[in-house]
């Protein structure tokens, strides 16, 4: 048993029954009412699940279990991982399991290079990325014990070992889809000696004289690691698990949905429009020059990328992390610079268009500024990185759902008539 699952297994203990006091005490509770503008508006706003890894709120954004994120972006990306899993911040010799267990677990199969390669060479890097997961489900420890019969009550321990196998092999997935599809030459293999995130900077190949893209990248993975249950790719992926469909096919799953514009693919688009902006005015325009042209984009039906949230009410904290780091590190960046001005523009042009009901910038706004600087300019690669990273609070969530024995998802629709005629 690995020191994680042992640590677990007593947490786990207490979570069901706790989980178990509450169905008990509170079963008939009313948590949630649903309108008709709900069921035609996205379901938006309706309480309709669980996730103790992470919470949202409207006004000061993520916190991740208890701790709010401005508070820890300092850990690693492997850190809170294991914050996403058991609920503690771990010490060292916590860490140094982890560590080991994701670099035991990173290599990646020669099937998957082979399918990688033999895609076509204008795939998009998301298609890529959830193709080789998906490829590797025949990896599953859950698959393979699940066909074998085991216990209901230990389905988590093998989700757990599922998690940990496919979360190591990430970057190194990711840094190839880089490789491959870019044509940067040939797979650089990991560096024993570093940490998760900045052996993803060192296989990606991008040249790190001072080490700060592997600062970056650690930060990066860390920042977008869960956003609680309900987002499009959370909810994809959990929805797939309950079916107890391996954490393979659930993760792959739940980016096809992180591949989506309004979700993870906008730091794509974010950055396709920051570029926009700098070719149309040749360098970094006025704020007049920028307020024009962001209202000439949205009269036509545009949305602007990397701003509104369907929880968010405030400014995205994962944005102002970022915004920390460019200013510290590429102040004098000229793409920077049009993000900055951005921020200052968009949310009273959003305000006054009076739609978008968070004007503020998401995690989206400011993250592709950084990698553009650091020479990844491939910006279709972008919602990879995030991919890499969000992983982690799917399978930790899965992982969770399996402990409590939460089941298979099943919201009832109704139809438009039934609408007309019970309400
Ligand atoms: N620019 C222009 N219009 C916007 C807008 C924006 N950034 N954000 C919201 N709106 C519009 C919506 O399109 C909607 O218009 P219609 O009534 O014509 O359909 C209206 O304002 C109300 O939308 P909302 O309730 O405020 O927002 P939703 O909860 O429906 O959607 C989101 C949320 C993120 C999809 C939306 O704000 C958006 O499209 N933003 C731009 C894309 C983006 O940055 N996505 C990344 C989100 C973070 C992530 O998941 O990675």
């Known amino acids: 048993m690995s020191y994680l699952q042992n640590i677990l297994?007593?947490?786990?203990?207490?979570?069901?029954s706790e989980a178990n006091q509450l169905i008990d005490l509170k079963?008939?509770?009313?948590?949630?009412?649903?309108?008709?503008?709900?069921?035609?508006?996205?379901?938006?706003?309706?309480?309709?699940?669980?996730?103790?890894?992470?919470?949202?709120?409207?006004?000061?954004?993520?916190?991740?279990?208890?701790?709010?994120l401005l508070e820890i972006t300092h850990i690693l990306p492997e850190e809170v991982f294991f914050l996403l899993l058991t609920g503690d911040i771990p010490d060292e010799t916590?860490?140094?399991?982890?560590?080991?267990?994701?670099?035991?677990?990173?290599?990646v199969p020669t099937y998957v290079w082979d399918m990688l390669k033999a895609m076509p060479n204008d795939s998009h890097p998301m298609t890529m990325f959830n193709?080789?997961?998906?490829?590797?489900?025949?990896?599953?420890?859950?698959?393979?014990?699940?066909?074998?019969?085991?216990?209901?009550?230990?389905?988590?321990?093998?989700?757990?070992?599922?998690?940990?196998?496919?979360?190591?092999?990430?970057?190194?997935?990711?840094?190839?889809?880089?490789?491959?599809?870019?044509?940067?030459?040939e797979l650089i293999d990991p560096d024993p000696s570093l940490d998760w995130g900045a052996n993803f900077a060192h296989m990606l190949g991008i040249p790190d004289?001072?080490?700060?893209?592997?600062?970056?990248?650690?930060?990066?993975?860390?920042?977008?690691?869960?956003?609680?249950?309900?987002?499009?790719?959370?909810?994809?992926?959990?929805?797939?698990?309950?079916?107890?469909?391996?954490?393979?096919?659930?993760?792959?799953?739940?980016?096809?949905?992180l591949a989506?514009?309004?979700?993870?693919?906008?730091?794509?688009?974010?950055?396709?429009?920051v570029l926009e902006i700098k070719n149309h005015f040749n360098g970094v325009p006025s704020n007049?020059?920028?307020?024009?042209?962001?209202?000439?984009?949205?009269?036509?039906?545009?949305?602007?990328?990397?701003?509104?949230?369907?929880?968010?009410?405030c400014p995205d904290p994962r944005f102002t992390?970022?915004?920390?780091?460019?200013?510290?590190?590429?102040?004098?960046?000229l793409i920077f610079s049009i993000v900055q001005k951005l921020f200052e523009v968009v949310p009273p042009i959003l305000l006054e268009q009076g739609k978008a009901k968070n004007p503020w910038p998401n995690v989206d706004a400011a993250s592709g500024s950084l990698l553009y600087h650091y020479g990844i300019t491939e910006f279709s690669f972008y919602t990879v990185l995030f991919s890499i990273s969000r992983a982690m609070g799917m399978v930790s969530q899965m992982v969770i759902n399996r402990a409590l024995g939460i089941p298979i998802t099943r919201p009832k629709s109704v139809t438009a008539e039934w609408i007309s005629k019970n309400t």
């Open 321 to 333: 992390a970022f915004m920390k780091f460019g200013k510290e590190h590429i102040q004098d960046s």
């Open 260 to 273: 989506g514009p309004l979700h993870g693919l906008a730091n794509q688009e974010c950055l396709r429009f």
């Open 131 to 185: 193709t080789a997961i998906l490829s590797m489900s025949n990896e599953s420890v859950f698959k393979k014990q699940y066909s074998q019969g085991m216990a209901k009550q230990d389905f988590w321990k093998a989700i757990l070992q599922d998690a940990i196998q496919l979360v190591a092999k990430l970057p190194a997935v990711g840094a190839g889809v880089y490789r491959i599809r870019f044509e940067k030459g």
């Open 27 to 68: 079963g008939d509770t009313v948590i949630s009412e649903v309108t008709v503008n709900q069921v035609y508006g996205g379901m938006r706003g309706i309480k309709g699940l669980i996730c103790d890894t992470s919470s949202v709120s409207p006004d000061t954004g993520l916190i991740i279990r208890n701790y709010p």
């Open 94 to 107: 916590a860490l140094t399991d982890i560590q080991s267990q994701l670099s035991k677990h990173a290599e």
């Open 209 to 257: 004289p001072d080490n700060t893209v592997k600062k970056l990248m650690r930060l990066y993975l860390m920042l977008h690691c869960d956003h609680e249950g309900g987002n499009v790719s959370a909810f994809s992926a959990l929805t797939v698990a309950s079916a107890l469909s391996d954490p393979y096919y659930a993760v792959s799953a739940g980016l096809n949905g």
């Open 9 to 16: 297994e007593d947490k786990i203990e207490a979570w069901r």
């Open 288 to 313: 007049k020059e920028l307020t024009d042209f962001v209202w000439e984009h949205l009269n036509n039906g545009r949305v602007v990328p990397g701003y509104g949230h369907a929880v968010l009410r």
